[in-house]
């Protein structure tokens, strides 16, 4: 069944029961013990692991699943389906949001049932629809024994010059996500204490961002293929980030509403095209999966540390959540300072292909 099917076929079950089973926590709770560690301590547990699990089952189904498109798609095509994958995944998001949500008035548990049927259905149609190229049709096969081995060599696995460009490439993803984590964690309470907003209203402004980054992820892969990758993204970075810093000094609702859409649209530009470059970076087929893990490997360690980073500044500077407008800039800055020393990544026009069936 191929390389990546086995770790998907295998996490995704524990990932879709033990989401199911979350909600069942909170269902065990007595209105009279609720707060009470030391009388739901059991109930507790039993969350506890149910959301570890379910944690643990979808960081294993993560990357083989995305590891799937440059494994079936051409070089050349990557960014565009990238922005594909994207535009789904929005869309995702906003039946989840509109739909599922509304679910909660009627049962708490719907939702988390629902949510775990749609992934297992999704999972069969992926596999039933979606044929993972053969080892012998790689343009380097191998044995797993290899292909492990491959793996665990990473970085080491290309020559000096690619080792150069794939390490400064997750510094700048890395400082961009920290960067933009800033303005993510912190936008409400910016827009509360400095706007004058309520709450909800603070997470509708913040909603304009993320519809105009759906809305503009297609485009971005287009962009991407047409003018470069590394252009694209550094150009999404500037773009966001100059808007950011005129945010700083015009604390306006509605001038804020138009910077967050244009800084959706640059988002794009960086977010869509980032995947790719990273995949791109190598020239061995062997490999893609290796390096879509790096990729999330340098994401997820920017969500971990940026919160923490980003919270010690606003706390230095007194919780003046004005300073995201320049928190985010000053890490876009440093992303844009190690884009310029990658000199890999673009497309491969040349290099033999695989076809889904």
Not at 270 to 295: A, H, Q
Request: proline share 5%; net charge neutral; glycine share 10%.
């Amino acid at each position: 069944i191929g390389r990546r099917y086995p770790y998907i076929l295998a996490a995704a079950p524990v990932a879709a029961v033990a989401f199911a089973l979350i909600p069942v926590a909170g269902s065990m709770i007595d209105a009279s013990t609720n707060g009470s560690i030391e009388q739901t301590g059991g109930v507790f547990a039993f969350f506890m692991i149910a959301a570890g699990l379910m944690l643990l089952a979808m960081a294993v189904l993560r990357t083989p699943v995305i590891a799937l498109m440059p494994d079936i798609i051409p070089s050349p095509l990557r960014s565009k389906a990238n922005g594909v994958i994207n535009l789904m995944g929005g869309v995702g998001g906003i039946i989840a949001a509109l739909g599922l949500a509304r679910l909660f008035d009627v049962n708490p548990i719907w939702p988390f049932l629902i949510g775990a049927v749609v992934m297992i259905v999704a999972i069969i149609m992926l596999f039933v629809s979606v044929r993972e190229p053969k080892v012998s049709e790689l343009a380097h096969p191998e044995s797993d024994q290899e292909e492990m081995i491959q793996g665990l060599k990473g970085a080491r696995a290309i020559p000096p010059e690619y080792r150069r460009s794939l390490t400064f490439l997750l510094l700048a993803i890395f400082c961009w996500f920290v960067g933009y984590n800033a303005i993510e964690t912190f936008f409400s309470s910016y827009a509360v204490t400095t706007l004058g907003v309520s709450a909800g209203t603070a997470g509708t402004l913040f909603s304009v961002a993320l519809a105009s980054f759906i809305l503009f992820a297609i485009p971005a892969g287009y962009l991407g293929t047409r003018f470069g990758r590394r252009r694209t993204i550094t150009a999404g970075l500037v773009l966001f980030g100059a808007l950011l810093v005129v945010a700083a000094f015009v604390p306006n609702t509605t001038v804020i509403t138009i910077i967050l859409a244009a800084g959706g649209v640059g988002w794009a530009l960086v977010n869509i095209n980032s995947l790719p470059m990273v995949v791109d970076i190598t020239d061995d087929e062997r490999l893609l999966g290796t390096y879509t893990g790096l990729y999330y490997f340098a994401s997820m360690s920017a969500a971990i540390a940026g919160p923490v980073l980003n919270g010690v500044i606003i706390e230095l500077s007194g919780s003046n959540y004005n300073m995201i407008f320049f928190v985010t800039p000053f890490f876009f800055a440093l992303a844009v300072g190690c884009m310029m020393l990658v000199t890999r990544g673009e497309a491969h026009v040349s290099r033999p292909q695989t076809q889904a069936a």
